[in-house]
């Protein structure tokens, strides 16, 4: 079965990698979604920014690896216009613990596993965690990466946007 993921999430690196066509984001920015202390934020507060919407879960060990490189780059480049989201396949609780344990400086929003069927909408063919979708200022999906962001990879994409 461990097998079996490895192969599933390597082919749905290539197809995150090969498929590069425009993604509607009019109902991604529609929606509101509740933080992880229940206030409901929604997430047009960011339209006209360089966003990364980051689809993930206390449990995922690939999504727990590339974070602290995201809380980096929104340090970084935040005012610059950048602005990560975190949607989380998860328990508010848990995600609220792992958040503070990680000194997140982005929004974790709670998506719950109806995050995962927003995240096919926009590219996420298999449902597999972490996915993470980069929005460009005109609201247009410049990148989707299934699996981990390099800091290479993410660093490159946010420079061309920013």
């Known amino acids: 079965m461990g097998c079996a993921a490895v192969l599933a999430l390597a ?3 290539a197809l995150a990698v090969w498929d ?3 993604r509607d984001t009019s ?3 529609s929606l509101s979604l509740p933080d992880t202390s229940g206030e409901q934020q929604s997430l047009s507060q960011w339209r006209g920014k360089v966003v990364v919407v980051n ?3 206390t449990w995922c060990a690939p999504c727990r690896e590339e974070m602290p490189e ?3 780059a929104q340090r970084e480049f935040g005012p610059r216009g950048l602005q990560f989201i975190g949607i989380a396949v998860d328990e508010p609780d848990k995600v609220a613990q792992f958040a503070k344990e990680l000194e997140l400086n982005y929004p974790a929003l709670m998506g719950g596993y109806g995050a995962v069927e927003l995240s096919k ?3 996420n063919q298999f449902g597999a965690l972490p996915f993470t979708v980069v929005i460009d200022r005109t609201g247009a999906v410049a990148r989707t990466q299934l699996g981990p962001f390099t800091s290479g990879k993410l660093r490159a994409t946010i420079g061309n946007l920013l």
């Open 70 to 72: 995201f809380v980096r």
């Open 20 to 22: 590069r066509a425009p």
């Open 27 to 29: 109902a991604l920015f």
């Open 55 to 57: 689809f993930w879960a």
């Open 11 to 13: 082919g749905g690196v």
């Open 121 to 123: 909408t926009l590219g």
